[in-house]
């Protein structure tokens, strides 16, 4: 059974850091899309960033782009959303997903909170 659970969130200050880590079971996480969206209270869900399959290229949202770094521990089936540089409109429910073919899967989320 696919399974993602998210872990690391937590309540930071402004300019700290923080890793996030996704633990998949199921599936062999390396051959697919694996990445993070974010949802603040009232706000759409959006694309933090992502790790494709084979190849392992990275995307992120302009937002992030030099803050956050995704990676992947191919041998513990795990990856991570290391943010640094926080600021407090990261504050948001911060998701897991996997793309397999058209599916997605989705993680239980895990909150980040940035504040003072």
């Known amino acids: 059974q696919l399974q993602l659970v998210e872990s690391g969130g937590g309540l930071v200050q402004p300019g700290g850091s923080l890793t996030l880590s996704c633990a998949a079971s199921?599936?062999?996480?390396?051959?697919?899309?694996i990445g993070w969206f974010r949802q603040a209270p009232g706000k759409e869900r959006e694309g933090v960033a992502c790790i494709h399959g084979t190849g392992g290229g990275t995307d992120y949202a302009d937002s992030v782009s030099g803050r956050f770094t995704i990676s992947r521990d191919n041998a513990r089936n795990t990856v991570y959303l290391q943010m640094n540089s926080l600021k407090s409109e990261d504050t948001a429910l911060y998701y897991c997903?996997?793309?397999?073919?058209?599916?997605?899967?989705w993680g239980q989320g895990t909150q980040v909170t940035v504040s003072s």
């Open positions: 997903y996997v793309k397999q073919g058209v599916a997605i899967y």
């Open positions: 199921g599936f062999t996480l390396e051959y697919y899309a």
